[in-house]
């Protein structure tokens, strides 16, 4: 099993996304993990959305499917770890950040088997 930190821990208060991540050993038929760990959250009625996109250059991303969403996050605590289908060799980390004042501190771990 490999684990890589995909995005880095850091107070954030816009939408935002990580870089091209390129899946590695997990096949294109595989699976593989991503953990969500919000460690601080603040502001008037703050929400996290985190989903996965997809793409087959690195480059160009469609927008994610249901199922490639965390459930909604609106305070502090491990949100857990979701099994995500491979569908494509690169993904990237999506964050929408809604509320009045909003801040978010979370990191997102991948778990390849």
Known sequence: MITAQVVTS???????????????????SGKFGLILNCTAASGTTPTLDVTVEWSA?????FAAQAADSFTQVTTTGQVGAKSFDVKGPFYRVKWTIG????SFTFTVDAIYV
């Open 57 to 61: 250059d690195g480059t160009n991303f």
């Open 10 to 28: 850091a107070a954030r208060t816009a939408t935002g996304q990580s870089a091209a991540i390129t899946v590695g050993r997990v096949e294109t």
């Open 99 to 102: 509320g009045t004042t909003p």
